[in-house]
């Protein structure tokens, strides 16, 4: 119970619209908002911005969190933490590895292909930016 009963008080609270059994309405914007993406937004569109959201071409953070946007059953990923990723030639290693995995096509004509080629596009706008600052 929520401490307020209808014999007492309830009257003056649903006067000022106020429900003493209130239901459970949607607690943020952000969900309301990420419920309408769901039902509009290509899932495979929205897997990739759930991916990407705050990692935009930032390739280590891509890759540490590869994990998260690969298909069920695919095992050869192993979640490598960003200290595996300090130097440059060992992101290269970690980018090279990553685009074994997911190339789309290794892809092709399965239900996982169109998911490899955004991965990729993914990957490799963020190591391409990757290299450009590396050169600077």
């Known amino acids: 119970s929520s401490?307020?009963?209808?014999?007492?008080?309830?009257?003056?609270?649903?006067e000022q619209n106020f429900s003493v059994n209130q239901p459970t309405a949607k607690t943020t914007l952000?969900?309301?908002?990420r419920e309408e993406l769901e039902k509009s937004m290509d899932p495979i569109e929205l897997k990739i911005m759930d991916w990407t959201k705050g990692k935009e071409n930032n390739i280590r953070a891509l890759l540490s969190t590869l994990g998260d946007v690969l298909w069920d059953g695919e095992t050869r990923w192993p979640k490598p933490g960003m200290h595996l990723m300090i130097e440059p030639g060992q992101v290269k290693k970690m980018y090279r590895?990553?685009?074994?995995?997911?190339?789309?096509?290794k892809q092709v004509g399965t239900s996982n292909e169109e998911l490899a080629k955004r991965?990729?596009?993914?990957?490799?706008?963020?190591y391409y930016q990757f290299e450009d600052s590396e050169l600077q």
């Open 30 to 33: 952000q969900e309301q908002r």
């Open 97 to 105: 590895n990553a685009s074994r995995v997911v190339h789309p096509d």
């Open 3 to 14: 401490g307020i009963n209808a014999e007492y008080g309830g009257d003056l609270l649903s």
């Open 119 to 126: 991965i990729q596009m993914e990957l490799n706008g963020a």
